[in-house]
């Protein structure tokens, strides 16, 4: 089973950029779908980004297309968020999921998750 550990947040401005690490142990990123989601208080967990199993595929939710970007490296066995031109409504905890494929991720079909991480808490102040 893969193992992930998330890292990065931090409060920044809004306009400001963070680049999210998700760190996996235990099986190679480049053979997993693998996607962000985010949650903030009082609302339901929501995807954000996924990359399908061999870069052949993104998915970006409508909220940040053309301001976040989802990337791979296979050789550090972790995935990245770049997250430029944040907005305070960004604010939420972040956390990285692992699936055999991006329509699981997408659905959020969490029964069918391989993991989840623990989260890493981003905050953008207006």
């Known amino acids: 089973q893969v193992q992930l550990v998330e890292s990065g947040g931090g409060l920044v401005q809004a306009g400001g950029s963070l680049r999210l690490s998700c760190a996996a142990s235990?099986?190679?990123?480049?053979?997993?779908?693998m996607g962000w989601f985010r949650q903030a208080p009082g609302k339901e967990r929501e995807i954000v980004a996924a990359?399908?199993?061999?870069?052949?595929?993104?998915w970006y939710a409508a909220f940040v297309k053309g301001r976040f970007t989802i990337s791979r490296d296979n050789a550090a066995n972790t995935v990245y968020l770049q997250m430029n031109s944040l907005k305070p409504e960004d604010t939420a905890v972040y956390y990285c999921?692992?699936?055999?494929?991006?329509?699981?991720?997408?659905?959020?079909?969490?029964?069918?998750?391989?993991?989840w991480g623990q989260g890493t808490q981003v905050t953008v102040s207006s």
């Open positions: 999921g692992a699936a055999s494929s991006m329509e699981t991720l997408i659905k959020i079909d969490t029964s069918k998750f391989d993991s």
């Open positions: 990359i399908s199993r061999h870069d052949g595929e993104w």
């Open positions: 235990g099986r190679t990123v480049s053979s997993t779908a």
